[in-house]
């Protein structure tokens, strides 16, 4: 199954708004009450990429294929969903099924718009959902202790295992998301292991107004200051504006975002910092058929990479031949990559880098 990104929040922040932007459609039901979503939307979405468009110029291909992420917009979130209050467990499981976060967070006024805790606080919604998510977890981790503690009497061995199990479950109890420990320590480690919802990685997206698109104001620099200590990240978004665009064409979009003094385009924005977030990368291939972005988790390797286009590439994996991004633009065609010595030969040991423009050779 793909990667997907988990659109979370309490109810009425603009979630379902926001899924219908990326998706460009109406699928979610967008309403002024909390619980309008119950099931969950998905949305598979194109990555942008103009990379795709150049590549395909050169060489003349008659069609192009962009990288694709998943998006799953969950059931709002409100006090004591862990406790089973609101759609609270339906929030939780579906949270859990994702493999990254993206907490959208309400930082506007609008008397129209009715706010589940009554006016819009940006910091206080996300500890609420903070603090839900933790005690989940908390309930989780204590069944591990219990099983831990047992695995220890029998094995000495296990001790630190179960120390550092406690370390957790006092940062939790503290406030402290999982996903605050580094990746490789034994607190990460259990983390992963338990399948934590605070460990999963974060994006908290500023739902902004009109005034805030180009200059956000006091609520949203609040979410960014925030996310900053937490070494998350976040984005600021005017979902109402954005939802607008779907439907319409590219050329209505743009003529749009210029009447609104939208100098870049917040989905797209969205869009690249969920496809980083859940460590995936982008290779490329072109041809007179078509130019295609793939999509492979950071680390993999030449073969592996092969695969995800057929699997026969991966099991008879000869070499790739690999030029990157920047030097097919200078020099624009094979022969003239070829004659500067651009082109690099490389075995099953390559670790795949960003923007690579591939050919793999291999044993039928």
Sequence with gaps: ?????????????????????LTRSAQALAAN????????NIGEVPVPDPRLGVL????????????TMRFVDIAGLVRGASRGQGLGNAFLSH??????????????????VTHVEGDPDPLRDIEIVDIEMSLA???????????????????????????????????LEAGKPARAFPPGSPEAEIARESFLLSAKPMLYVANVDEAQIERPGPMARAVFEHAKRENSRAISFN??????????????????????????????RLIVEAYDLLGLMTFLTTGEDETRAWTIEKGTKAPQAAGKIHTDIERGFIRAEIVSYADYVTYETMDAIRAAG???????????????VVEFRFNV
Aim: one cysteine or more; glycine letters at 8%; proline letters at 4%.
């Design 342 to 356: 651009k082109l690099r030969s490389e075995g099953k040991d390559y670790v795949m880098q960003e923007g690579d």
């Design 56 to 67: 395909a110029r050169l060489s003349s291909s008659a069609k192009i294929v962009p990288a």
């Design 95 to 112: 949270i859990r099924e994702t493999d990254a976060i993206a907490m959208v967070v309400r930082c506007f006024e609008d008397g129209n």
């Design 239 to 268: 979902g109402k504006i954005e939802s607008e665009f779907a439907g319409m064409s590219d050329e209505d979009v743009e003529m749009f975002r210029s009447d609104y003094g939208i100098t870049s385009g917040g989905l797209d």
């Design 33 to 40: 009450y909390p619980f309008a979503t119950i099931e969950p």
């Design 137 to 171: 977890d908390l309930a989780s981790l204590q069944k591990r202790r219990d099983k831990l503690q047992r695995e220890v009497r029998a094995n000495p061995k296990e001790a630190p295992r179960l120390e550092a199990l406690d370390r957790l479950i006092a940062a």
């Design 1 to 21: 199954m793909a990667l997907s990104c988990g659109i979370v929040g309490l109810p009425n922040v603009g979630k379902s708004t926001i899924f219908n932007a």
